[in-house]
Nanobody, 119 residues
Framework: QVQLVESGGGLVQAGGSLRLSCAAS????????MGWFRQAPGKEREFVAT????????NYADSVKGRFTISRDNAKKTVYLQMNSLQPEDTAVYYC????????????WGQGTQVTVSS
């Protein structure tokens, strides 16, 4: 069983920055692909960013490209999402997810952390 715990959310003004963290409990964290997703009120959950097991490969949604950066520290079993130039439309609950080795999709999810951007 893999447990994921997000932290770092909060209230920030437009143009500000936040860094989200996701700590994992798994011994084999370094073999997982990790991702960040978000869900705004009344909308479906959407992909934000993903990073491969080594940190050498990343991918971003077009809406966050150039503003958000995903990274990981396998020694700390933690994945990060640095969010800069935040806009009100970035307001959402942000979820961390893990895709374990051999899995076809993300199979473990955190509880989420709220990010609110005021205009």
């Amino acid at each position: 069983q893999v447990q994921l715990v997000e932290s770092g959310g909060g209230l920030v003004q437009a143009g500000g920055s936040l860094r989200l963290s996701c700590a994992a409990s798994a011994r084999t964290f370094s073999t997982y692909s990790m991702g960040w997703f978000r869900q705004a009120p009344g909308k479906e959950r959407e992909f934000v960013a993903t990073i491969n097991w080594s940190g050498g490969g990343t991918n971003y949604a077009d809406s966050v490209k150039g503003r958000f950066t995903i990274s990981r520290d396998n020694a700390k079993k933690t994945v990060y999402l640095q969010m800069n130039s935040l806009q009100p439309e970035d307001t959402a609950v942000y979820y961390c997810a893990a895709k374990t080795y051999g899995a076809y999709s993300y199979n473990y999810w955190g509880q989420g952390t709220q990010v609110t951007v005021s205009s």
